[in-house]
């Protein structure tokens, strides 16, 4: 009974001040908003740079007069190592077919010998597709004897790493801000709300309520405005995606967990704000 008490006056304060609650509901909504779509940003990119991560490959080339009993040695050698996920050992008989199959010419009408040494096509296991490590990796399959030459997209990883952790800093630091200031704004509304009822507070002192009686309306409007504010936002960012998927560009991801995120974001928000409004000016009611 009483939490339903709470739950009710909780809703009246709301209606009580409709436009400072409008006001906050608007604010959590835009910034809620800002931060889906941050956080979607980050999805996406993640996305992307993981497709282009997988395609990453190292290509061993190996000694032009190794045999092929050899070069398959290399490859057991080179499947052992720390995150190796697939080696393709390639022949040089293997290597004229793929040049046939390229350029449309055989290799023989070209020379009349096959210049092209046998290799190997490394895959590396996703967690390991990172400069730092294949740079590592690279080192270790050098060192392999039978090895001539190994080749991989230095220039991609390395921008990729190196200013990725920007990008995310950059959106964790405006995310970070619009929760500020979410917090700020809730908790601008219920200081005035509490300001605003202080008669019928001090009844409520005067005639026995407890502190958490008092509270508790307070901490609902809190909740109610924060999940309100960030249900808009996720209704426009839901909407924005399907149209983004359906005129412009159709393969955005669209994660369920951006929506649950923003939810608990909103109402954790709304309960945090109320909180550190009541710790404070009810002592000075």
């Given amino acids: 009974m009483k939490i339903w008490f709470s739950f009710i006056e909780g809703i009246r304060n709301i209606k009580r001040a409709k436009l400072a609650s409008t006001i906050t509901i608007t604010s959590v909504a835009f910034a809620h908003l800002l931060i889906g779509v941050f956080l979607l ?18 290509e061993v080339f190996l000694e032009a007069d190794l045999s092929v009993k050899s070069g398959r040695s290399v490859e057991k050698k080179i499947i052992g190592l720390e ?12 290597a004229a077919k793929r040049f046939q199959e390229e350029f449309g010419r055989n290799i023989y009408e070209v020379l009349t010998f096959n210049p092209l040494p046998s290799s190997c096509t490394v895959k590396v296991k996703k967690g390991y597709r990172n ?36 990008v995310y800093a950059i959106a964790a630091a ?24 202080k008669d019928l507070i001090d009844i409520m002192k005067l005639v026995g309520a407890t502190k958490t009686m008092i509270k508790r309306p307070f901490i609902v409007e809190g909740f109610v405005e924060g999940l309100f504010g960030a249900l808009i936002a996720s209704v426009i960012l839901y909407g924005s995606i399907l149209l983004i ?19 608990i974001s909103g109402a954790t928000i709304g309960i945090i704000a109320s909180g550190m409004s ?8």
């Fill in 174 to 197: 405006a995310g970070i801000i619009l929760i500020i200031i979410a917090i700020v704004l809730l908790y601008n509304t219920i200081r005035l709300t509490i300001y605003g009822r």
């Fill in 245 to 263: 998927k359906r005129y412009i560009y159709p393969y955005v991801v669209n994660a369920v967990e951006i929506y649950i995120i923003l939810l």
């Fill in 83 to 94: 995150g190796v996920k697939d080696v393709k050992y390639i022949s040089k008989e293997d």
């Fill in 41 to 58: 940003f980050s999805v996406n990119i993640n996305q992307i740079i993981g497709d282009v991560r997988s395609k990453i490959e190292l």
């Fill in 278 to 285: 009541l710790v404070r000016h009810l002592k000075e009611i």
């Fill in 131 to 166: 400069y730092s490590f294949i740079k590592k990796l690279s080192t270790e399959i050098g060192r392999i004897d039978g090895v001539d030459e190994v080749k991989y997209q230095k220039q991609i990883l390395s921008l990729i790493d190196r200013y990725i952790t920007i």
